[in-house]
């Protein structure tokens, strides 16, 4: 296996009033290519912070983002949203569905969005099959048509990974993807997220402060006083 994300020295503060909140305090991480990792700690240790700053959804104070070993945190502002449209999924714990739209159309949204309405109307059957196929492949081949107010948690939240993967991303970013569900559906979840990872070489980062959750990545590291360290089972 080879790097396929990588931060160094990753450091990030928050101000409130005056005074500097350090979050991040130099975090080194690297994460293989088809590699599960879990990133646990406690709240408010700035797992999200570091989720959104190798997304690309939150710049860094000092540090670097590496893909495949190119830096992509100092490109100018189009090419880092092409990064975080073309290489990045994300799913969040509230899955930040749009709530007037089918679980179709949510899936369909990533597709329809850098493609302008006259070029997406042209592919419109090509992108609806493959939206259904996701939505088939998480198990969701009789939700379509349903709203997200029609489906329990886990349902959405299976919507949100189809969703995740429209854009046919290299990389998957999930932060806290079973908070909100009850155990059944959030094991549910996770079983779905390993297997992707395992069918098509997904790269994942997941952020849990479940141990359960995390004991079933390839690799689990902890976020603390700023920095990453490696974490063992046999610490638990
Ligand atoms: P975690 O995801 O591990 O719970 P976060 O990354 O959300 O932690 O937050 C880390 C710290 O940074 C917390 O103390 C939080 O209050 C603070 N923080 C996060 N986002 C902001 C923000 N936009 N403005 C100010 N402080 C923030
Ligand atoms: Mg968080």
Same mark, same amino acid.
């Given at each position: +296996? ?26 080194? %991480? ?8 879990? #990133? ?9 912070? %570091? ?19 190119? =830096? $992509?945190?100092?490109?100018?502002? =189009?090419?880092? @949203?092409? *990064? =975080?449209?073309?290489? *990045?999924?994300?799913?969040?714990? *509230? ?13 369909? +949204?990533?597709? *329809? $969005? ?41 349902? +959405? !939240? ?9 854009? !046919?991303?290299?990389?998957? %970013? ?31 980062? %997941?952020?849990?402060?479940? +141990?359960? #959750?995390? !004991?079933?990545? @390839? ?8 920095? #990453? ?8």
């Amino acid at each position: +296996m080879s790097e396929h994300l990588a931060a160094r020295g990753v450091s990030k503060s928050y101000w409130k009033g005056k005074n500097e909140v350090p979050v991040l305090r130099g975090v080194d %991480l690297e994460v293989e290519h088809g590699e599960l990792v879990a #990133i646990v700690g406690a709240s408010g240790s700035g797992k999200s912070t %570091l989720l959104h700053i190798l997304g690309l959804l939150d710049a860094a104070d000092a540090g670097q983002v590496f893909l495949d070993g190119s =830096r $992509i945190d100092d490109s100018g502002e =189009r090419a880092r @949203d092409r *990064f =975080r449209n073309r290489s *990045f999924g994300f799913i969040f714990q *509230f899955y930040h569905l749009l709530p007037e739209l089918t679980a179709l159309e949510n899936v369909l +949204m990533p597709l *329809f $969005i850098p493609h302008g309405v006259w070029s997406y109307l042209g592919r419109r059957r090509a992108y609806e099959r493959q939206a259904a196929e996701l939505l088939e492949r998480v198990g969701l081949g009789r939700r379509m048509t349903h709203r997200p107010a029609e489906l329990s948690g886990g349902e +959405m !939240q299976r919507a949100a990974i189809a969703r995740a993967l429209a854009g !046919q991303p290299e990389v998957l %970013l999930a932060d806290e993807p079973t908070g909100n569900l009850d155990a059944k559906s959030g094991e549910g979840v996770l079983s779905l997220l390993r297997d992707l990872n395992r069918e098509r070489g997904l790269t994942m980062i %997941l952020v849990t402060h479940d +141990m359960q #959750i995390a !004991q079933q990545a @390839d690799r689990v590291v902890r976020l603390a006083e700023g920095r #990453i360290e490696e974490w063992s089972a046999a610490l638990a």
